[in-house]
């Protein structure tokens, strides 16, 4: 099967759109290579099978495009913030982001997903806020 399609088939069709729909504008009147346009896909989309540790903070925000967590785990002591100024990301399918005081676990199917200017943030003194901006907003998903 051809490498972009099979990237495509571990998302779901709604998720992808919006990563492709971003690039795809950003290259209008671009001539691109089609492994070019593979490898920029899979930088903005594929983040799977990851376990990250910090010190302190991790701060996952996307400011153009889209980013995908699944299958992974992160950890900070202190605090997370995932989210997205412009584009979009989501993190779910048995995947877990975990501080000193805080969870968020989506099992299998089940996802957390920003689009525009929107973060989930974990803060330091145990509390889980939402953020929205202008045309930002978050969703709770499962496909089951």
Known sequence: ???????????????????IYDLLTSL???????????????????????????????????????????????????SIILGSQVGGAVVGHNSSLTTDKTAINAGSGAFVETQGNAQVRQNPDG??????????NINFKTTK
């Open 1 to 19: 099967m051809d490498p972009l399609l099979t990237l495509l088939s571990q998302l779901g069709l709604g998720l992808a759109t919006n990563a």
């Open 28 to 78: 209008v009147g671009k001539q691109v290579e089609p492994q070019v346009l593979t490898a920029e896909l899979q930088n903005k989309i594929n983040v799977h099978g990851v376990t990250m540790k910090a010190e302190n903070l991790i701060s996952a925000l996307m400011h153009n495009g889209f980013l995908s967590i699944q299958g992974s785990h992160l950890y900070a002591s202190q």
């Open 127 to 136: 509390s889980i806020t939402f953020h929205t901006g202008e045309g930002g």
